[in-house]
């Protein structure tokens, strides 16, 4: 079989697989990848590279009907008559996530991330469009050239709640999104102790509102509520109704009154605390917490005790000996940055710092990708944090201390190969906790655990501790 009917059957094939009237653009990614990469191969054997003639041949002769039905269903532009594929002078763009080739420079300019095949029909004739059926989610074909042919897509919003482009991001990372996933959005104004004035909180349900158990996820320092989404869609599926909120200084969680002084770590602790007892119910709470996220999940299930689990990817106390060297960017900030922080006091405390000049923050994922975009998140990793919040992490410590931990029992899912934290220093807490804990693996994930098997593996173990808590509730224990 010849290298193009490869291509055009695995294009039909997938592209037929996912035309789904709730696909979105973001999937439309994953359907053409494997495509684009086959028609990139065949371009670099097979065309002259100063012939865009050539290469236009080539990619037409490539796009079969499922293909370019998908093209029409994802311009993010308002619903225009649809071209069809045998329309002349269409253009067509897609955009995948990998790197870039477009037009420019002799016809194969290639980015380190997505792929952008751009198609030009040449025809004597005038231009027709066919009248189509529009579902809602066709497209002018024509008019993707424009939006797409600068830089990365912009991926269409969450058909549910009032969320923007940016919290898809993250999603090229990790395997496909299950659809339909509920996703709605909402605002909690929240008022800091001790002077720390009012915060409006953004938080996102994830899952059937009807879900047998509930969850809340909770991100770390450089994450958010966007970065979270692809791990509470999958989570969603497993059965629970998925609760994430961005934190003090993350995501589009903004400050409404100014306080006497600037956010603290404590007020992290405390405002899970205070989400915990607004959102409780009947139904059984797992607690799970990325990153820094799992020593405020062990605190907020101590302090509260509404909690039947917790899962952590990692646990840290900062206040142990060499744990605060052990996770900053490079030995003299420990030495020489660390203990300066004692100082920052008053208005000293209210200067930023931004999150990777203090942490490798560039280690989070083992994909170069995944931590390009984390690092330009300007409200994730990219951002920044006041001086005081570092002071307080690092004096604050555990809620309670891990030898009185009263808890439900505690799951550590360490990733295997994480470049940031060592599974030493979360094994240090976890052997501290008074209770029932266990550890797993994640093989192949980094600090961010998305990549596979390890992702596999996190599912299967929440998804077997959700089962044992709902075993546990019907039992009455």
Same mark, same amino acid.
């Given at each position: ?5 490869? &291509? ?48 236009v041949?080539?990619v ?28 002349? @002078? ?13 037009a420019?420079?002799? /016809? ?7 792929? *952008?095949?751009?198609?030009? +029909? ?26 797409l ?5 912009k ?43 009012s915060w ?14 509930? +969850? ?11 970065? +979270? ?7 969603s ?23 006497r ?6 007020? /992290? *602790? *405390? ?8 959102? @409780?119910?009947e ?8 990153? +820094? ?17 917790v ?7 900062? &206040? ?21 922080? *004692? ?14 000049m203090?942490?490798?923050?560039s ?16 409200c ?33 899912l ?11 220093l ?14 797993v ?7 961010f ?10 599912l ?18």
């Amino acid at each position: 079989m010849a290298p193009g009917d490869v &291509t055009r059957l695995n294009s039909e094939a997938v592209a037929s697989a996912y035309l789904h009237p709730l696909a979105d653009a973001v999937q439309m990614g994953h359907i053409l990848r494997g495509p684009a990469h086959c028609v990139i191969a065949q371009m670099q054997r097979t065309v002259d590279p100063t012939s865009k003639a050539g290469a236009v041949r080539l990619v037409l002769d490539l796009v079969t009907p499922p293909v370019i039905e998908v093209l029409l269903r994802y311009h993010p532009g308002k619903p225009q008559p649809s071209c069809t594929n045998s329309t002349p @002078h269409c253009v067509g763009s897609a955009h995948i996530a990998g790197g870039t080739l477009r037009a420019g420079r002799g /016809w194969y300019v290639r980015r380190r991330r997505g792929i *952008q095949v751009q198609c030009l +029909m040449q025809a004597s004739d005038p231009p027709t469009c066919a009248s189509v059926p529009d579902t809602g989610h066709s497209r002018n074909i024509a008019g993707m050239n424009a939006s797409l042919s600068k830089g990365r897509a912009k991926v269409p919003p969450a058909r549910t709640g009032r969320l923007d482009s940016t919290d898809r991001r993250y999603e090229p990372f990790v395997r496909l999104v299950p659809a339909p996933v509920r996703r709605v959005a909402s605002s909690w104004r929240w008022d800091a102790p001790d002077g720390g004035g009012s915060w409006d909180l953004h938080i996102e349900h994830v899952g059937a509102p009807t879900a047998s158990v509930r +969850m809340l996820l909770v991100h770390g320092a450089g994450g958010n509520a966007a970065a +979270m989404w692809p791990y509470a869609a999958h989570l969603s599926r497993l059965g629970a109704r998925v609760t994430v909120v961005d934190l003090p200084g993350y995501g589009r969680t903004i400050r409404v009154r100014r306080g006497r002084r600037s956010v603290s770590y404590g007020d /992290w *602790q *405390q405002l899970l605390v205070d989400l915990v007892g607004r959102e @409780h119910d009947e139904r059984p709470l797992v607690l799970v917490g990325a990153s +820094m996220g799992g020593a405020l999940a062990v605190d907020t299930a101590a302090v509260t005790g509404l909690a039947k689990r917790v899962i952590a990817t990692c646990l840290l106390d900062p &206040t142990r000996p060499g744990i605060a060297a052990a996770i900053v960017r490079a030995p003299w900030i420990a030495r020489l940055g660390l203990p300066l922080l *004692q100082f920052a006091r008053g208005p000293a405390a209210n200067p930023r710092i931004p999150v990777r000049m203090l942490t490798p923050m560039s280690a989070i994922s083992n994909d170069p990708g995944l931590s390009h975009a984390v690092l330009t998140d300007p409200c994730g990793g990219g951002g920044a944090m006041p001086v005081g919040w570092y002071r307080s992490f690092l004096e604050a410590g555990p809620a309670i201390p891990p030898e009185q931990y009263q808890g439900p029992p505690v799951v550590l899912l360490h990733p295997a190969e994480d470049r940031w934290t060592m599974p030493e220093l979360s094994l240090d807490y976890l052997g501290r906790l008074h209770g029932k804990t266990r550890v797993v693996m994640l093989p192949g994930c980094g600090h961010f655990p998305l990549e596979e098997p390890g992702f596999q593996v996190l599912l299967d173990e929440v998804s077997d501790e959700m089962e044992q808590v709902l075993d546990d509730q019907r039992r009455g224990s």
